[in-house]
């Protein structure tokens, strides 16, 4: 989202604002002034009256040079209160805990943000062999198992208006035509799950379930196990547990 790009109705500061800090949230890490102004187009001045005064207000931190910028702990603690009082992850608790105990693989619940998809709970493996996750964590909904759960809720003419004709490339497997995905979310909403086979992080296969709490739907859970862990009767008893699980949330979801 550019400020030219959101009407005369909005304040430029407010949205200037907010650019900086998802350029910051989706960049971990400190950043120089130069490489700031050069992703997000800023006047130099302006740009570091800004930062300065988000620094002041603690969204925003500085390094012991003063020089570097990076993502302050307001932002976390804003985010906190986002997932505390939300109803979904509160009614999904119970079912992500049962889920991790019946699979003993790496559980997920997301949501659908634009074209891609926000972990909102996780549920660690108890292996040794398991996917690095964490909450908040953006990943491109075409290339993954929840992603995927999610389009198939829309109509093929609401994918296409949401994605792009060329889709980005994640690994080897991943599918890059908007077409060919569309063909694929037709058989995920015949058998009510989606998988991803190495199409997000290579090693890794995922399936996914949308939660009918609203049509189309924006929230999701997905299991994940390496592929070296993974049999035929392991996949199909996580594909049970998933629609099972689903099906358990349904009632709660008809009531937020």
């Known amino acids: 989202m550019s400020?030219?790009?959101?009407?005369?109705?909005?304040?430029?500061?407010?949205?200037r604002t907010v650019e900086l800090l998802e350029y910051f949230a989706g960049r971990?890490?400190?950043?120089?002034?130069?490489s700031v102004q050069e992703a997000v187009g800023y006047p130099?001045?302006?740009?570091?009256?800004?930062?300065?005064?988000?620094?002041?207000?603690?969204?925003i931190e500085t390094d012991a040079t003063g020089t570097r910028y990076g993502?302050?702990?307001?932002?976390?603690?804003?985010?906190?209160?986002?997932?505390?009082?939300?109803e979904v992850v509160a009614a999904a608790r119970p079912t992500l805990d049962r889920l991790s105990d019946d699979t003993t693989e790496t559980i997920h619940l997301a949501r659908l943000d634009g074209t891609?998809?926000?972990?909102?709970?996780?549920?660690?493996?108890?292996?040794?062999?398991?996917p690095v996750t964490r909450v908040g964590r953006r990943l491109p909904a075409h290339s993954t198992a929840l992603g995927k759960a999610l389009l198939a809720t829309h109509t093929d003419d609401q994918v296409r208006s949401l994605l792009p004709p060329v889709l980005t490339r994640r690994t080897e497997h991943t599918r890059t035509d908007r077409e060919q995905l569309i063909e694929e979310l037709h058989t995920v909403r015949a058998q009510g799950y989606a998988v991803d086979r190495e199409e997000n992080t290579l090693g890794l296969c995922c399936f996914g379930v949308a939660l009918p709490s609203r049509?189309?739907?924006?929230?999701?859970?997905?299991?994940?196990?390496?592929?070296?862990?993974?049999?035929?009767?392991?996949?199909?008893?996580?594909?049970?547990?998933?629609?099972?699980?689903?099906d358990r949330l349904a009632p709660a979801g008809r009531r937020l």
């Open 71 to 86: 993502i302050g702990v307001r932002a976390l603690l804003v985010g906190t209160s986002y997932l505390d009082g939300d």
């Open 44 to 59: 130099k001045s302006s740009l570091y009256m800004l930062l300065r005064t988000l620094v002041d207000l603690g969204w």
């Open 3 to 15: 400020a030219a790009d959101t009407g005369g109705s909005q304040v430029k500061s407010a949205v």
């Open 116 to 130: 891609h998809v926000v972990s909102l709970a996780t549920r660690q493996s108890p292996h040794h062999l398991r």
């Open 28 to 34: 971990p890490g400190m950043h120089s002034l130069a």
């Open 215 to 246: 049509t189309p739907a924006r929230d999701a859970l997905s299991c994940s196990v390496p592929v070296a862990r993974l049999t035929p009767a392991h996949e199909q008893m996580i594909k049970d547990a998933l629609l099972a699980a689903r």
